[in-house]
């Protein structure tokens, strides 16, 4: 696994894939880090500020995620 935390300058970054990961399937993530310094309820009233889902949105989801239960695998969960 190769994990580099950054402090954001400018919206685009270039990346440089380890040769072990060439020709496979990889996961690239960007996500908030979180020191002890910023509080974690401002992430969350960040994420319940955004923005909301419609009823309709939500039951295709939920039907989404049930059709798909069955199937899944842990190792895809």
């Known amino acids: 696994m190769y994990r580099e935390i950054i ?9 440089k894939i380890p040769k072990e990961y060439l020709d496979k399937e990889i996961e690239i993530l960007i996500l908030p ?6 509080p974690q309820n401002n992430y ?12 309709d949105e939500i039951v295709s989801w939920q039907n989404q995620i ?10 895809e969960f």
Not at 66 to 75: F, L, P, Q, S, V
């Open 7 to 15: 402090k954001a300058k400018t919206e685009e970054y270039f990346i």
């Open 33 to 38: 880090f979180f020191t002890n310094r910023e």
């Open 44 to 55: 969350l009233s960040q994420l319940l500020s955004g923005p909301t889902l419609s009823n």
């Open 66 to 75: 049930t059709k798909g239960y069955k199937n899944w695998t842990i190792e």
